[in-house]
């Protein structure tokens, strides 16, 4: 089936630095990615559309300048998060539109923990 | 709006009861409707889909889901369940004129041994 790598699973960082998360499409070619931030004990919360090649499309209150976007590649996302704050602290999900359509195929996830 | 509601945010049963997770939607399009489960610190896995056709749609793990949408409801059933099963149940809706999915809140489900 298609597989989804999220990479780190889990990163503590000091605050004010910058954390890059990559989420990466292992057997199949992707061309639109998501991105979600998940709070404790609360559903899922998309961020950003990515597609390959073009700008991210960010949801109504997602800084863009801090959560930055890349898709450069039909395998490739990442999401960096820059001067990153304790209130970033949160566990980030991406996933892949597969190949079967309208199948979004999700990452493990990354803890954030920003100190 | 479009939303999904799963009423329920815990559950508990027994090992060996059956199960059943409620799911309402709001949806203004012909929806296509997605169970996820997810483990503690973990992503979500695709239990089973409805896109059309027969309204009872089998998927893994011995979970089944009936759409039914004079009520507009996607509950997720499984005669048995298992210790493993513990875990959070997503319930989301799209289309397929629009990528975005929309979760709802989530159901944990406790399993008595």
């Known amino acids: 089936g298609a597989v989804v790598s999220q990479h780190p699973s889990w990163v503590i960082c000091k605050s004010g630095t910058s954390v890059k998360i990559e989420c990466r499409s292992l057997?199949?070619?992707?061309?639109?990615m998501f991105w979600y931030r998940q709070f404790p004990k609360q559903s899922l919360m998309l961020m950003a559309t990515?597609?390959?090649?073009?700008?991210?499309?960010?949801e109504q209150g997602v800084e863009k300048d801090k959560f930055l976007i890349n898709h450069a590649s039909l395998t490739l996302s990442t999401l960096t998060v820059t001067s990153a704050h304790p209130e970033d602290s949160s566990f980030y999900i991406c996933?892949?539109?597969?190949?079967?359509?309208?199948?979004?195929?999700f990452g493990a996830g990354t803890r954030l923990s920003v100190l | 709006a479009q939303s999904v509601t799963q009423p329920d945010i815990h559950i508990t049963v027994s090992e060996g009861a059956s199960l059943e997770l409620r799911c309402n939607y709001s949806?203004?399009?012909?929806?296509?409707l997605f169970w996820y489960v997810q483990s503690p610190g973990q992503g979500l896995q695709l239990l089973l889909k409805?896109?059309?056709?027969?309204?009872l749609v089998q998927g893994i793990k011995g979970f089944e889901a009936e759409f039914k949408r004079s009520q507009s409801s996607f509950n997720l059933r499984k005669p048995s369940v298992h210790w493993s099963d513990a875990a959070e149940y997503f319930c989301?809706?799209?289309?397929?004129?629009?990528?975005?999915?929309?979760f709802g809140k989530g159901t944990r489900l406790h399993i008595l041994p």
């Open positions: 996933s892949a539109r597969g190949p079967i359509l309208d199948i979004q195929y």
């Open positions: 057997d199949f070619q992707a061309t639109t």
């Open positions: 990515s597609n390959e090649g073009s700008k991210a499309t960010y």
């Open positions: 949806y203004g399009a012909t929806p296509y």
């Open positions: 409805y896109f059309s056709g027969d309204t």
């Open positions: 989301a809706v799209g289309a397929l004129a629009d990528d975005k999915i929309i």
